[in-house]
């Protein structure tokens, strides 16, 4: 199963962290607990779910990127609990 590779793959090995998140202006809903941030490649304002807080919980240095600087691709792994929200996070290659 998919999701077992991306999290043997999170715990094997400490890389930089790339967060990819929603352009608040893209949202379609909003999440209680959201927190906003900015996207490091435009500096657009973006929307950041829990789960993508949790990931920059453990690891402080993460990179966010908003979803139209960079399009999560098939092998992108989502943040824990991120299955429940529009949002996903991607480890630097
Ligand atoms: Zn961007």
């Given at each position: 199963m998919k999701m077992w590779n991306w999290i043997e793959r999170l715990v094997r090995k400490p890389q930089p962290v790339e967060l990819i998140v929603m352009r608040l202006a893209d949202m379609h809903r909003f999440h209680p607990e959201q927190i906003t941030g900015t996207c490091a490649s435009c500096g657009h304002v973006v929307g950041i779910y829990p789960s993508g807080q949790q990931v920059m919980k453990q690891y402080p240095d993460v990179k966010l990127t908003c979803s139209v600087c960079k399009t999560p691709g098939e092998n992108t792994p989502l943040a824990p609990?991120?299955?429940?929200?529009p949002f996903q996070s991607m480890r630097k290659q």
């Open positions: 609990g991120a299955e429940f929200e």
